[in-house]
C-alpha cells in the first residue's frame, strides 16, 4: 500500500524541517528589526549651494531659489534666517542617535542684501531626562487593602430610605 516512512518523508523528518523553518524566519526577522533606519528632518544645507551665495551681492531672493525656505526666522529680526537640519539614525526599539546637525545663518541688510552666511559650530550638550515619579499625597496601600478597608463601610442605617433622608414618612 502506501509506505510513509521513506527517506526524508518521515513525519520526524518533517517535524525538525518546519521546526528549522521556523527559526531561521524568525532569525531573518529578528535582523531585519535591528536593522538602522535613517530619518532627515529639517534642511540639510549642502556647501555647493551656499557656494553661489556671495555678501554684499545676493538678495533674498537669490538665497531662496538656492536654499529654499528657512526652517525659522530670529524672533525679534526678520533679517536674520535660520537653516536647521538633522539626521538620526533609530536601531531597533533604542533612541535615534543624532548623526549629523547642520545650522546655517543667513544675515540680510534692511535692502535685503545677503551681509553673512555662515555653518554654526554646533557642540551640543546632551540633557538626560529624568524618568522620576512626582511624589503624591495620600497612603501607599495595597489593592486588598483598598477592596478590604471598605467591607464594614456599606451597611444600612435602621429604618427606611424617607427616615434617614431627612424626610416624613406621614405617619407620625
Not at 53 to 70: C, H, I, N
Not at 153 to 166: D, S, V
Request: hydrophobic fraction near 35%.
Amino acid at each position: 500500500m502506501h509506505n510513509t516512512n521513506l527517506i526524508g518523508h518521515s513525519p520526524v523528518t518533517r517535524k525538525f524541517q518546519l521546526k528549522r523553518y521556523a527559526l531561521l524566519g524568525i532569525t531573518a526577522l529578528a535582523l531585519c528589526a535591528c536593522t538602522p533606519t535613517s530619518a532627515t528632518r529639517g534642511n540639510m544645507v549642502e556647501d555647493y549651494r551656499m557656494a553661489d551665495l556671495q555678501p554684499g551681492v545676493s538678495t533674498r531672493s537669490d538665497v531662496l531659489k538656492a536654499l529654499g525656505s528657512p526652517t525659522t526666522q530670529a524672533p525679534f529680526d526678520d533679517n536674520v534666517w535660520y537653516y536647521l537640519g538633522q539626521e538620526t539614525e533609530k536601531t531597533g526599539i533604542f533612541d535615534p542617535k543624532v548623526v549629523d546637525e547642520k545650522v546655517v545663518v543667513v544675515a540680510f541688510s534692511k535692502d535685503g542684501i545677503l551681509q553673512q552666511i555662515d555653518n554654526v559650530d554646533n557642540n551640543r550638550v546632551d540633557i538626560p531626562v529624568v524618568r522620576r515619579k512626582t511624589p503624591t499625597g495620600g497612603h501607599d496601600i495595597t489593592i486588598m487593602q483598598q477592596l478590604l478597608g471598605n467591607l464594614g463601610r456599606f451597611n444600612k442605617p435602621e429604618g427606611n430610605a424617607a427616615e434617614t433622608a431627612g424626610g416624613s414618612t406621614g405617619n407620625r
